[in-house]
């Protein structure tokens, strides 16, 4: 049986520690991606998707009043990349954006977000 006052379950996410010591956290499930995304992520995180394919989404938590830089951005992009059914491949698309630009249209199933302003990154997969 169980107890509904202890809210959701943990939220389950793979976590990378990129070159200058910031995280990223890649979702495992559609509803750990809801949550990540668009509860755990502050405004000025950057939030990636592989391009028009299935994957995880993942979130660079970028310390407040910091700006990443390209090549972290990069190597965020790269572990989004990773973590998708074209991971085997040289170069993959990779759509990023600040979280305060994803949203959750109304009824849309879990996984599923619209984005704005977003940037391609074209990155090799892999991870820290």
Avoid: C
């Amino acid at each position: 049986m169980t107890d509904e006052r202890r809210g959701p379950p943990p939220i389950r996410t793979h976590d990378y520690v990129l070159s200058n010591g910031w995280t990223v956290r890649v979702g495992r499930t559609d509803q750990d991606n809801d949550r990540l995304s668009l509860k755990v992520a502050k405004a000025n995180d950057w939030w990636f998707h592989v391009k028009g394919r299935p994957g995880s989404h993942a979130v660079l938590q970028v310390p407040a009043g910091e700006e990443p830089s390209k090549a972290v951005l990069e190597e965020a992009a790269a572990v989004a990349a990773w973590h998708s059914k074209v991971r085997e491949a040289n170069s993959v698309a990779v759509v990023g954006t600040e979280a305060r630009y994803v949203s959750k249209p109304k009824g849309a199933k879990p996984g599923t977000v619209t984005i704005r302003k977003e940037r391609t990154f074209v990155v090799r997969p892999g991870v820290p």
